[in-house]
């Protein structure tokens, strides 16, 4: 059976009027079950830094992003869009990944005191508020997918600065800097979908992955 062209099958999707089967339509929505997981993932590591847990919460924040780099490539080779044109992906790809890669970071700052206890009001409000607006512009990416500016990633920049056990008026400065970074249009590679150096780009993400992983382990013990 396949799903017919119509005006009142919400359903319905076709690449060069050919339909989609029962299957494409299914693994469609299976692709963006698996995005919408992010949330799961994310409540988890909130709850983790809610609880104290600066290990658990680095690890479903770790989790959170590889899952983020896995499913829009395959979204992308399954034209998702297309299948299921009635749900916009994007959105709800930017929706949860404002959740793990900015709100969830600024809980982090907060309750493990990685910057000044001053600074902390804020600097966490220029951080939400400017991840907000870059997370809310047209031109994020260049037609190569490149991002246009630091792209609110606050999920690698503020563990990283807490297992670095840097001082925290660096930890602050840092900060500042991505902040500003962000309202540029200095390109920042991503390193699953630029093609060009991808196995420098992936091979410095997976370096990232496994120290940060180890560092929490090491730093915070599974008693």
Request: net charge neutral; hydrophobic share 50%.
């Amino acid at each position: 059976m396949q799903f017919v062209p119509g005006p009142g099958n919400a359903m319905t999707a076709s690449t060069n009027d050919q339909p989609y089967t029962n299957a494409h339509i299914r693994a469609a929505w299976a692709v963006h079950g698996f995005t919408a997981t992010g949330t799961v993932v994310g409540m988890a590591g909130l709850h983790s830094v809610i609880g104290g847990d600066a290990r658990a919460a680095i690890l479903w924040l770790i989790a959170a992003m590889v899952l983020d780099g896995i499913d829009g490539p395959i979204a992308r080779r399954l034209d998702v869009d297309k299948r299921i044109p009635t749900l916009d992906g994007n959105a709800l790809d930017l929706v949860i990944d404002f959740f793990t890669c900015t709100i969830i970071p600024v809980a982090f700052l907060d309750r493990f005191d990685v910057v000044p206890k001053g600074s902390l009001a804020p600097i966490g409000f220029v951080i939400l508020s400017l991840s907000a607006l870059w997370m809310a512009r047209t031109d994020q990416e260049t037609p190569d997918r490149w991002f246009r500016g630091f792209p609110a990633e606050w999920n690698v920049i503020i563990p990283t600065l807490y297992l670095a056990g840097l001082n925290q008026w660096i930890n602050l400065s840092i900060c500042i800097v991505m902040c500003l970074l962000m309202v540029t249009r200095i390109p920042f590679p991503h390193p699953v979908s630029v093609k060009p150096q991808r196995a420098i780009s992936l091979t410095f993400m997976v370096l990232w992955i496994g120290s940060m992983t180890w560092l929490a382990i090491v730093r915070h013990p599974i008693s």
